[in-house]
């Protein structure tokens, strides 16, 4: 059992950045892939970043592409999403994911690929 809290969330104006940070608790021995993604109104969540165990393998989704940079820490149990020149578009409640992996190269984008999650937070940018 994996424990998911977000922070970070907030209201900022279009061009500002963000960083929401994710910390993990619980049974946190074992290897976990992480994601972020993100769920605006009326609209499907969708994955905007993954990560690999080792940190080194990342994917992001082509919207947010070169703005967007995930993170881990895994001394911490954190992973880190830094959002630079924030758009109204990226609008959405922002939601951390993790789930366990023998591989630690491995990511995932789909929902369905992940057993925990956080609560999330809002993002929200005004124009």
């Known amino acids: 059992q994996v424990q998911l809290v977000e922070s970070g969330g907030g209201l900022v104006q279009t061009g500002g950045s963000l960083r929401l940070s994710c910390a993990a608790s619980g049974r946190t021995r074992s290897s976990y892939a992480m994601g972020w993604f993100r769920q605006a109104p009326g609209k499907e969540r969708e994955s905007v970043a993954a990560?690999?165990?080792?940190?080194?393998?990342?994917s992001y989704a082509d919207s947010v592409k070169a703005r967007f940079t995930i993170s881990r820490d895994n001394a911490k149990n954190t992973v880190y999403l830094q959002m630079n020149s924030l758009k109204p578009e990226d609008t959405a409640v922002y939601y951390c994911?993790?789930?366990?992996?023998?591989?630690?190269?491995?990511?995932?984008?789909?929902?369905?690929?992940?057993?925990?999650w956080g609560q999330g937070t809002q993002v929200t940018v005004s124009s």
């Open positions: 990560i690999s165990w080792s940190g080194y393998k990342t």
């Open positions: 994911a993790a789930t366990i992996t023998y591989s630690s190269g491995s990511y995932y984008l789909e929902p369905y690929e992940y057993a925990y």
